[in-house]
C-alpha cells in the first residue's frame, strides 16, 4: 500500500506567476483534499474532490482551482501569485463514506515560496 | 464557520511528567474531532480521533476527552517522552462533510530529558 505523495517538494515562483502542485492518493482513497498551511499555523481547507469534481471549498478565492483525474490523483492550481500564497500545500486523501471517511492521510507538502 | 481555538500555544513538560493540550470550539454542528501529531519538516499524522457520541477516547499513553455542552476537547499525554516533541493539532469537522477538516493554530509540545 503507497501513501500520499506530492510534487514538487519544493519551488520558488514570482508575483503574479502561476503554479501547479500535484498529488497522488493513497491506494484504495478516492477523495482529496488540499490544504494551505502558512508557518506556525494549522492547516487551512482549500477544497475537496470526489468524483472528479469540487465537492466543498474553503474561503479561497478562485484563483485556486483543482482538478481531480479518474485514478483519483489531483492537482491544485493557483494563479496570479501574491506573496501571501508562500506557505505548505498538504493534498490528503480518504475513503468515501463509512468508518475512516474523515481519517486523512496527509503528503508531505510543497513548500512555495512566492517573491 | 467553525472556529476552534486551542491552547496553549507552547508546552514545555519534563520527560515522564503528562502534557494536557486544550481546544474550544464554535459550531455545535461538529461532531467529529481527531487529533494530529507534525513532527518538524513532516506531514500530518493522526494520533486519535473522537466522535460526539463518544465522551472520552483513550490509546496506550494518549487520551482526548470532549465536553459536548461546553464545546471543548482536550488531548491528554501521559508519562512523556522526548519523542513526543513536535506540533499538536486539533480539528473539528462534521462527519457528513468528509475532509473539511477545520483545525486549531497548534501547540508546541518540548518534552525535556
Known amino acids: 500500500e503507497t501513501g500520499v505523495t506530492q510534487s514538487p517538494t519544493h519551488l520558488i515562483k514570482t508575483r503574479g506567476q502561476q503554479v501547479t502542485l500535484r498529488c497522488s492518493s493513497q491506494?484504495?482513497?478516492?477523495?482529496v483534499s488540499w490544504y494551505q498551511q502558512a508557518l506556525g499555523q494549522g492547516p487551512q481547507f482549500i477544497f475537496q474532490?470526489?468524483?472528479?469534481?469540487?465537492?466543498g471549498r474553503g474561503n479561497f478565492p478562485p484563483r485556486f482551482s483543482g482538478l481531480q483525474f479518474p485514478n483519483y490523483s489531483s492537482e491544485l492550481n493557483v494563479n496570479a501569485l501574491e506573496l501571501d500564497d508562500s506557505a505548505l500545500y498538504l493534498c490528503?486523501?480518504?475513503?468515501?463514506?463509512?468508518?475512516?471517511?474523515?481519517?486523512?492521510?496527509f503528503g508531505a507538502g510543497s513548500r512555495l515560496t512566492v517573491l | 464557520g467553525e472556529n476552534v481555538e486551542q491552547h496553549p500555544s507552547t508546552l514545555s513538560v519534563q520527560e515522564g511528567d503528562s502534557a494536557v493540550i486544550k481546544c474550544t470550539y464554535s459550531d455545535s454542528a461538529s461532531n467529529y474531532f481527531p487529533w494530529y501529531k507534525q513532527e518538524l519538516g513532516k506531514r500530518p499524522q493522526l494520533i486519535i480521533d473522537?466522535?460526539?457520541?463518544?465522551g472520552e477516547k483513550k490509546d496506550q499513553r494518549i487520551a482526548v476527552t470532549l465536553n459536548k455542552t461546553a464545546k471543548h476537547f482536550s488531548l491528554h499525554i501521559t508519562e512523556t517522552q522526548p519523542e513526543d516533541s513536535a506540533v499538536y493539532f486539533c480539528?473539528?469537522?462534521?462527519?457528513?462533510?468528509?475532509?473539511?477538516?477545520?483545525f486549531g493554530a497548534g501547540t508546541i509540545l518540548r518534552v525535556k530529558s
Open positions: 490528503a486523501s480518504s475513503p468515501r463514506g463509512g468508518r475512516g471517511a474523515n481519517v486523512l492521510t
Open positions: 491506494s484504495g482513497h478516492n477523495t
Open positions: 474532490y470526489y468524483r472528479e469534481e469540487e465537492n
Open positions: 480539528a473539528a469537522s462534521m462527519w457528513e462533510y468528509g475532509n473539511k477538516l477545520v
Open positions: 473522537i466522535r460526539s457520541n463518544v
